[in-house]
Each structure stands twice: as C-alpha cells, then as structure tokens.
C-alpha cells in the first residue's frame, strides 16, 4: 500500500533500519505508549503502522485487533514523515512495540531485533508466494509474514496513446520515443517519480541483471546496465520527463491530473486511476532493456514482525499467527478493500473476487509473469550506492562504466561485511 499522506518513502525508511545497530539509547517517544486502555483480560500488545494513504485502512487494523480475544492490541497509527524514525527510536526503548510492520532487512535479523517466525509459517509455507518466502529468510529461518505484494509497473491513458499514435512500448527505447510524441506544451510524455529512484531495480531487472545473484555477489554490473544507463540519460535530458509533480510516484495524481501520459506508480492506487479515467486506463511493465532484456515488474510490500527484545514476544507472535495465517477473510479484506494488492497466501490470491477480471487480473498476470521481489541482502547501503549511480550516470552526465566501478566497491564492502 502506498504511504500518500506521508512525505517519507520506502528507502528513507531503510536508511533509520541501517542506522539502527549504531545507534546509542534513546529517550522515550512521548508518554503515549499505547500500553493499557484494551478491554480484554490478556496482555497488552501494541503494533505500530504507517499512515496509510488509503481511506479505511486504519479502521480494519483496529477492527481486526478488536476481534482478537486473548490479548488487548493496541494500533499506534503513526502518521506524517515519523513512522520510521519513531520505530527506530523505539525500539532502542521500553516503550517499544511488540510487533510492527516493515520491510525484509538482514541488518533486523544479525542485530537480533526481530524473532524467528519459522515455527508459525511451516506449516503453511506451501500456500505462500514463494518468492515471500525467500525474501524474509535467512540461514533456512522465517523472518517476517508478508501482508501484501504491491506490484508496481506504467499506468497510461490509452486515448493519449491513440491520438499521438503510439502502441505500448515494448523496450526502453521504444518508452523514449512514445514519450517523445506523447509530450504537448501541456502534458509530459512520461513520469517516472521525482527522483527515479522507484525505476533503479526495475531497469536493471530489465537488462537482464539482478541486484545480486544466488551466491551474494555482485550481478548488475553488466554490459545491458551501462547501456540502460545511457538510455536513462537520454531519456532526463529530453524534456519529456515529468520531473517536477507535485506528488511522487506512489500517488496517482500525475496521470489523473493531465500531468503526464504515461506514470510509473502501484496496483495499489488502481481503483482512484480507474475512478479518474475509467476505461481510458492500460497498465504495463518495466520494459525489456537491450536484447538480452526482459521485461520486469517490481514487486513491493509489507510484512509483520515480531520485536525479539519485547517484553511479550509468545503473545505477540500468537496474535500474528491468528491475524496474519489463520485470518483468510482479514487477509483478504486488507488486500482487496483499499486498494487493490495481492494477497501473499495463493489460495486467497486465486480466489479474491476482485481481482479476477478486468484490470486488476491484468495487472496480477503481470506480476506472475515479470514479477522482481526485495532480496533481503541488499541493504540500504546498497540501495544508496545505487541512488548515487543514477545521480552520477542520470542526471550529472557520468561515465557509467566509472560509476558502477564506484558502486561496486561499496557494495563489495557491504556484501564483506555480510557475509564474510
């Protein structure tokens, strides 16, 4: 789900995860704990999310919570550009929550944060998407039962596409030209975020790459990479990149305002486009980069963890065994009811109504076909090296060749660390 009532973002969140082992004690955040005040006789659980852009999304976590009968669980519905910062400091205190929401990071597992949850997903692992899986494992243990994919791909107006004849493109260079045509003194051809940051994985997946490869080493340094990269620059310097919107990627606001005709955005956000334009609305991947590509789409989400350092860490994953496993409906409502997502357990991804026809049945067969998900490994470290990749190749006219030589020494360095 996106996070559009915040101005934080998914890599901001993981800079205060990578921050967190270094961090010395903190003071408490508040005197608002959220411990206490429930209603049943059980123990007090607290569970800290994001605000949430998606009208009812904090009502159904308290619905769901309000449903459980052996523990009193309390939501800390953390809004503004605090949820990271308040988690991170919080966890370093005794007001710390039990269970909270995030994303896979090997750094939560080495430091001890967050608790093993093999024994509660084995015996329905099998109904799990399987890449879920494997992004939250580490050493053959589950770390982390995930709430809900959120592929993300190019949302367009078909009219837009029709008027300045142009088909949806195949390859990146294809993307270039249409956005070229489909660029008028009022409308830019293409967005694809303020920073580009959301289309960094995507266009490397594209090229036939990969972050890292199965051994944890280095796997997007390649030829297909560096020609992308020179695409991209192309591509920034052309007057056809909406750079300036007043929202990010995450919010649909750039295509249904006539900002822009084709967006880089999520499933999540498919019921306002299709509110906005109805039928004028197709949905596409990452296209393939190079002739050794192959198109992608980036698969997000949210998991929930278990604080290992809680004071109730059997209670807290008893309560995420009975919301996050044995729940089907809960599962379901959270995935279909505000936004649109994919439910991560297939049976309930095969049989929600909502996604079975139209649109969102289009987008779930691209996200089995192309779909990409997290590696737990590549860290926030990582991901800045990256970022500064893109700054270097993108926007400053680098050599990529030199900068993917810099990026892989940090990256080296990192995976060291890692794993030895």
């Known amino acids: 789900m996106s996070a559009q009532s915040s101005t934080w973002d998914r890599r901001s969140i993981l800079r205060a995860a990578a921050g967190l082992a270094a961090a010395g004690p903190l003071a408490a955040c508040g005197s608002n704990n959220g411990r206490g005040g429930g209603s049943g006789s059980g123990k007090q659980l607290v569970q800290y999310f994001h605000a949430y852009g998606e009208a009812g999304t904090e009502q159904a976590i308290e619905r769901y919570a309000k449903a459980y009968t052996k523990a009193d669980v309390t939501t800390q519905w953390i809004t503004g550009s605090n949820f990271e910062s308040k988690l991170f400091a919080s966890l370093l205190t005794e007001q710390a929550p039990d269970l909270f929401e995030f994303h896979p ?10 608790a093993d949850l093999t024994d509660i997903i084995e015996p329905v692992k099998d109904d799990f998407n399987q890449a879920d899986i ?7 243990k589950i770390y982390g039962v995930r709430m ?3 592929p993300q791909f190019f949302f367009y107006r078909k009219s837009l596409l029709e008027k300045a004849g142009v088909e949806p493109p195949q390859t990146l260079d294809e993307l270039i030209e249409a956005a070229a045509k489909l660029t008028t003194s009022k409308v830019k051809g293409l967005f694809l975020g303020n920073d580009l940051h959301a289309v960094i994985n995507p266009l490397i997946w594209s090229a036939g790459a990969d972050t890292l490869n199965e051994k944890n ?28 919107a007043p929202a990010d990627f995450w919010d649909p606001s750039a295509l249904n305002q006539g900002l822009c005709a084709i967006q880089f955005c999520g499933m999540w956000a498919m019921p306002q486009f299709q509110q906005a334009l109805g039928d004028d609305l197709g949905i596409m991947p990452f296209p393939k980069v190079g002739d050794a590509g192959k198109p992608s789409v980036y698969n997000g989400g949210w998991s929930m963890f278990v604080n290992a350092k809680g004071r109730h860490v059997d209670a807290a994953k008893e309560y995420v065994k009975w919301l996050w496993i044995d729940q089907k409906k809960y599962q379901e409502d959270w995935s279909t009811s505000y936004g649109f997502h994919i439910p991560p357990r297939t049976s309930i991804a095969q049989s929600a109504s909502k996604l079975k026809s139209g649109l969102p049945a289009e987008g779930v067969k691209l996200f089995n076909e192309y779909g990409h998900f ?8 990582m991901i800045t090296a990256t970022e500064n990749l893109f700054a270097d190749c993108v926007r400053k006219d680098g050599d990529p060749e030199a900068a993917l030589d810099r990026c892989d020494k940090t990256v080296g360095a990192e995976l060291k660390k890692l794993f030895g």
């Open 105 to 114: 990071q090997i750094q939560l597992v080495k430091s001890g944060q967050v």
């Open 374 to 381: 997290d590696n737990i490994g590549w860290t926030q470290a």
């Open 148 to 150: 809900i994919d959120d």
């Open 134 to 140: 494997q992004s939250h494992t580490v050493d053959g």
């Open 217 to 244: 080493e280095i796997a997007y340094h390649t030829d297909g990479v560096v020609e992308g990269l020179k695409q991209m620059r192309k591509l920034f310097t052309s007057g056809h990149l909406l750079l300036d």
